[in-house]
C-alpha cells in the first residue's frame, strides 16, 4: 500500500511508529475476519468534507521507514482522501491478484499449524512468562553477573538451562476442558470462562427459554407469572416524562400506523411509558422479579425509588452540558466488588468501555436500604 501511494505520488502515509493502535477495539469489519480466517487490514485517513490543513511537524519531514515519502503543508481536500482510499483498496487487491496462490498457501500453512499445535504439547509464550523467567536470572546471581552489559559487551545472554523454565510440564497450553455445573469455587470457574470468551471463543450454556417481549405484554401486567427476570438494552427505558422537554418529546420515534404492517406482527408495536409499563416493572420487582437495566434503561433506577442520583451534575444540582462534560468512546476504569454475586469471576479493578454513560450517586441512607455499589470510580 505505501510503495503504491509512493510510486503515484502521493505521499504522508505513515505506518508502525507512524501510526499506533491499540487494537482494543473488537468490533468491526477488520477483527471479524480474524475469526474466520482470513487478514484484517485497518487503515485510516485525514479527511472532512470541508477542507482542513494538514500540520507542519519538522521531525516528519525526514525520511523513514516508517514514513517514506514525507507531505508538505498544505490545504487537504475530501476528494484527495478519497483518492488515497482507492490507491489503498487497489494496491491491496493487485497483492492478492499477483500473490494468490502463495497467499492462500500460507493461510493454508498457518491452519495447518495451528491443528497441529493442538494434538502436541505447546506452550505459548507470553510477557508474564518473560518476566518469570528474568526473575529467575536475577536469583541465581552468578548468572545475573555474567550476564550483566559492560563497557565492551551488551550482555552475553544467560545459561540456556534457564531456556526449560519456557517449557514447563504444568505450563502447557491446554487442549480441552470440561465444566461441570456444581463448581466448588465458582468465582474462579467463571473467571475462566470470561477469559475464554474475551479471546474469541463463543461459549454456551442452555440454562432455560428466552423470549423477547414487547410493550403490549409489559402493559397488560402479571409479569411475575411470565417471567424471572426482564433485560432492558440502552434506550428501552424512557426517562421520566416531567423531565422531558419539547423538544425530547418531539423527537421521539413515531410509531408506525398498524394498518401498514401484517396484522401477526401488529403485537410487536407500542412503546414503554413512564406512566403505563413503570408501575407494572416496578410491581415486578416487588414481588420478587429481577430486573438488569443497561445504559440509559436505569432510568428505572430512580422510578423505583432506588436511593441513588445522576452523579454528573453541577453544584445546583443540574446536569452538566456536553461542553462542560463529555466522554465519549473511552476506556476507563472501576473497582469491582467481586464479593457480590453480580460481580463473581471479575478482578478487582477491571476496565470498562465508557461511552457518555450514566454516573449515580448513592444517596447518604443507601446501604440502611440495602443499596450498595458493585462497581465504581475510585480515583
Known amino acids: 500500500m505505501h510503495s503504491r501511494l509512493v510510486a503515484e505520488g502521493k505521499p504522508g502515509s505513515g505506518m508502525r ?27 485510516e485517513i485525514k479527511g472532512n468534507p470541508t477542507p482542513m490543513e494538514l500540520a507542519f511537524y519538522p521531525d516528519r519531514q525526514l525520511m523513514s521507514n516508517d514514513m517514506p515519502f514525507p507531505h508538505e503543508p498544505k490545504k487537504w481536500h475530501f476528494r484527495e482522501a478519497i483518492d488515497y482510499s482507492i490507491t489503498l483498496d487497489r494496491a491491496v487487491i493487485d497483492y ?5 496462490e502463495t497467499l492462500l498457501y500460507n493461510r493454508y500453512l498457518m491452519g495447518r499449524n495451528s491443528i497441529e499445535r493442538g494434538s502436541r504439547d505447546h506452550w505459548t509464550i507470553h510477557p508474564k512468562v518473560v518476566d518469570r523467567v ?7 546471581t552468578a548468572t545475573a553477573r555474567e550476564s550483566a552489559p559492560t563497557f565492551r559487551l551488551r550482555g552475553r545472554g544467560v545459561h540456556k538451562k534457564f531456556y526449560d523454565l519456557f517449557h514447563k510440564p504444568e505450563n502447557r497450553d491446554p487442549r480441552g476442558y470440561i465444566l461441570p455445573s456444581d463448581q466448588a469455587d465458582f468465582p474462579t470457574a ?3 470462562v470470561n477469559t475464554f470468551i474475551k479471546n474469541g471463543i463463543t461459549a454456551h450454556r442452555a440454562t432455560g427459554d428466552f423470549e423477547v417481549v414487547y410493550p403490549r405484554t409489559l402493559d397488560a401486567g402479571k ?14 427505558i424512557p426517562p421520566g416524562e416531567v423531565n422531558l422537554s419539547p423538544q425530547a418529546r418531539s423527537g421521539r420515534r413515531r410509531q408506525i400506523d398498524p394498518e401498514s404492517i401484517p396484522r401477526k406482527y401488529r403485537d410487536w408495536l407500542g412503546r414503554v411509558s413512564t406512566n403505563k409499563t413503570v408501575p407494572h416493572l416496578i410491581e415486578f420487582l416487588e414481588k420478587g422479579g429481577t430486573i438488569l437495566a443497561i445504559g440509559s434503561s436505569t432510568n428505572l ?11 454528573i451534575v453541577d453544584g445546583q444540582g443540574e446536569p452538566l452540558s456536553r461542553e462542560a462534560y463529555y466522554i465519549p468512546s473511552s476506556i476507563l476504569q472501576v473497582r469491582v466488588d467481586n464479593t457480590r454475586p453480580l460481580a463473581y469471576g471479575l478482578k478487582e479493578r477491571i476496565d470498562i468501555f ?23 470510580f475510585d480515583s
Open 190 to 192: 467463571a473467571q475462566f
Open 301 to 311: 433506577g430512580p422510578m423505583a425509588g432506588c436511593p441513588l442520583g445522576n452523579h
Open 223 to 236: 409479569l411475575n407469572k411470565k417471567f424471572d427476570v426482564l433485560v432492558f438494552v440502552t434506550g428501552a
Open 17 to 43: 511508529s507512524r501510526a499506533n493502535y491499540s487494537i482494543w477495539f473488537n468490533g468491526n469489519l477488520r477483527t471479524t475476519g480474524y475469526f474466520h480466517n482470513q487478514i484484517g487490514l485497518l487503515t
Open 96 to 100: 492478492a491478484s499477483r500473490h494468490r
Open 354 to 376: 465508557f461511552s457518555n454513560s450514566p454516573v449515580f450517586r448513592l444517596h447518604p441512607d443507601a446501604d440502611k436500604n440495602g443499596v450498595t455499589p458493585v462497581a465504581w
Open 134 to 140: 528474568n526473575q529467575a536470572v536475577k536469583k541465581d
